[in-house]
Structure formats: C-alpha cells, structure tokens
C-alpha cells in the first residue's frame, strides 16, 4: 500500500480545490438554465405598403425581443404615452389595439384576447370584424388588418405565467397574399358616415383611416 506523505497530500488537495473551483461557474450556469422559465413569444409580422418609403416602424423595437408582464397590455398605436409599441403614422389611431394575456381555467400556459381601441378604425381579425371595444380570442396563428397595415401574428408556446415576449419584424410582401387572401379591408368611414372616394379631380386620394381630430388636405 502506497501512503502518500503530508505534502503531497496538501497539493492533491488544492488541486481537487483547484478544479471545483473551475467547474463551479459552469455548474451555476447549467443551474440558472435548468431553473429559467421559457417565455411565451408572440411573433408580430407587420406590413405596410408604404414601409419601404416612410419610417413607419421606426419607433418599434425591430427584431428585438421585447419581455413583457402578463398582467401589462400590450398596446399598439400612434401615441407614446399610453402605447408601448408606436407607429408612426398620424392615419393611425392613438390607441389602435390592445392584446391581453390570459390564462385559461386548469392551464398553465397563456392565452391572449385582442381589443379594438380605435373608435374610426375597424379591426379585422382573421375573417371576423371588431368594432371600437370589442374583443376576440386570438388563434394561434392569426392575420390582423386595420387601414392599410397588415400584422400576422403566432405564439410560440411558453411554461412561464408571469411574462411573456414579443418580437416584432417586417415582412416585405403582404401576409394576407402568402397566405391566399384576397378579400381587402373595408373603405374607412369618413365622420360624415360616407366612405372616402377613391378619386379626387382624377387623383387618387388616401384610403387611410382619420382620427376625428385630424383633417384630410385634398390637394
């Protein structure tokens, strides 16, 4: 039997100190990951067919993930002081819409319900029409559309309860032709209850939505 001596001993023991010492920050990590929740994404596709000439998205945190509170609403519209996410484009309504996150009874995972908060703007939701308050379920896949702004949005499923991202990117063809729709939006009303003409002294006039504090210049 081989006995090994006081000072051998020593530097054995500060090797294997040495080397717990190395692997502890690995362990602390592969800890961290085990015990972090994965987060809920919503993927928000949007397209405009002006975006490639007008900075309308440059206020939105482009291919960014952005992590929300689930109890918070995720509102989408012109004003930065009550929307977290802004576009900028005075057609838009202050407030425009607002996704809730939700859990449903017995479940662990999220689901969102969407409002329309626009009082002049409709807010199609895959086939179904939303008036100014009115909410619906959101699918897991699902295109919205108000005036001339189209947003698909898709959940990749998360375990967490308590937050939940959102990623926001362009989409360079409209969603709505990728996915075989052909049916356009209805003409925005005008606050005279007419729909707004297309042609103007033979020009073409905008077929965006006006806020009732906004006026249409046809020049």
């Given amino acids: 039997m081989i006995v090994a001596s006081a000072s051998e001993g ?68 012109r004003d930065g002081q009550t929307c977290i996410f802004v576009l900028n484009d005075t057609s838009v309504s202050r407030k425009q819409l607002s996704i809730q996150a939700y859990r449903k009874a017995g479940s662990h995972c999220l689901s969102f319900m969407i409002q329309n908060m626009s009082q002049k703007v409709k807010l199609m939701v895959g086939g179904s029409e939303l008036r100014y308050l009115e909410r619906a379920e959101l699918d897991d896949k699902v295109l919205l559309r108000f005036g001339r702004y189209e947003l698909l949005i898709w959940q990749e499923p998360g375990d967490s309860e308590h937050k939940y991202e959102v990623l926001f990117e362009t989409r360079n063809t409209p969603p709505s032709q990728e996915l075989g729709i052909d049916v356009p939006c209805n003409p925005p009303v005008m606050d005279t209850g007419l729909p707004l003409r297309s042609f103007e002294n033979g020009g073409p006039v905008s077929q965006e939505p006006l806020e009732s504090d906004e006026t249409a210049i046809l020049v």
């Fill in 10 to 77: 020593l530097t054995i023991s500060r090797g294997i100190e040495l080397i717990c010492l190395q692997l502890s920050p690995r362990m602390n990590i592969n800890s961290k990951l085990e015990t972090e929740e994965l987060l809920t994404c919503l993927h928000i596709h949007i397209f405009h067919p002006n975006q490639a000439s007008r900075p309308l998205f440059q206020n939105l945190p482009l291919n960014q993930q952005y992590i929300m509170d689930a109890e918070d609403p995720l509102r989408l519209g």
